[in-house]
């Protein structure tokens, strides 16, 4: 398991943007490596300004010739994630040795981390809501619960996953949705990764337009900001969710422009003093018919 450049790039503007405290904490499903090349790597982190980067702190870094990989602690340190902790059956890079089909009940864990990742470990777990619970339970209230799992074709473990999956996490537990899109990776020699990766918009009607023959993987990607210290709890879909939680999930609403590609989640509960689903498509209605008066007609 392993941290690609397009990840790269998500955790350090979620970095540049403040979501991450002095000194925090990062708790990781899987003991992730780094999976790009030490330029690509190099170019980002100044590219974003992080300070105190030295190459030889980095180095051997021997990846795209299949020798020594970094582990991702060590960029985790440079953005003030002082402490580092990780799952991973196999104990390597000191990691818990936690079976994440099972609970994880070590509550001197609970509430602690300030980021939360799963780089592609959830989708190997055949107690797939596990690992989710766990990371939930792991993250503190106001923290950052980060996804990155395969979506569509190439997958090596038993599960892929779909949008629907994760928005439905995201308002069954009251999660911010800070960002979503789609990673895609091109067919290429190891050493052009980062040219040959990506982060797409979320959009299915753009994901269809790919010449897949040329394509080796893809992935969503979604970043969490959880709210509050209640308990996990498992979604339903569409009127079954509304029915167990009074919760009607998400609207999309892109309509905003927004440094990354990324939509704009619009929470709709059934309650007097928030939004209506009716109400919501008035106020798109209005604000397109404002920007875009040609798609309208007179």
């Not at 955790?11 to 403040?18: A, F, N, Q, S, V």
């Not at 960029?75 to 079976?99: P, R, S, V, W």
């Not at 918009?201 to 023959?213: A, G, K, Q, V």
Request: proline share 4%; with cysteine.
């Amino acid at each position: 398991m392993g941290i690609c450049m397009p990840v790269v790039d998500t955790i350090l503007g979620l970095w540049k943007e403040g979501h991450f405290p002095e000194h925090g904490k990062v708790l990781e499903l899987g003991s992730q490596q780094l999976l790009h090349t030490l330029n690509d790597f190099e170019r980002a982190v100044t590219s974003y300004g992080v300070e105190g980067y030295r190459r030889e702190d980095f180095e051997p870094w021997e990846w795209e010739t299949r020798g020594k990989c970094v582990y991702a602690d060590k960029f985790y340190k440079l953005l003030g994630l002082d402490e580092y902790m990780c799952f991973d059956i196999n104990g390597e890079n000191n990691a818990i040795a936690h079976d994440l089909n099972f609970p994880f009940e070590d509550r001197s864990h609970w509430n602690k981390y300030d980021l939360v990742t799963d780089f592609g470990c959830a989708e190997h777990i055949f107690n797939v809501s596990e690992p989710f619970r766990t990371m939930h339970n792991v993250c503190r209230p106001g923290g950052v619960i980060l996804n990155h799992q395969a979506m569509l074709n190439n997958t090596n473990g038993y599960y892929i996953f779909d949008p629907a999956f994760y928005e439905d996490i995201a308002a069954a537990n009251g999660y911010e949705i800070l960002f979503s899109g789609i990673t895609v990776h091109g067919k290429c020699a190891m050493k052009d990764t980062g040219r040959f990766s990506w982060i797409l918009p979320m959009s299915h009607e753009l994901i269809e337009t790919l010449e897949w023959t040329k394509i080796e993987s893809t992935a969503l990607l979604y970043a969490f900001k959880k709210k509050n210290d209640a308990e996990f709890v498992i979604p339903y879909q569409e009127k079954l969710m509304c029915h167990k939680y009074q919760n009607l999930g998400y609207k999309i609403a892109c309509l905003t422009n927004y440094k990354r590609p990324t939509r704009t989640y619009v929470p709709v509960i059934e309650r007097n003093d928030d939004i209506s689903s009716r109400e919501f498509k008035r106020v798109c209605r209005a604000y397109f018919k404002k920007k875009l008066p040609f798609l309208f007609k007179r």
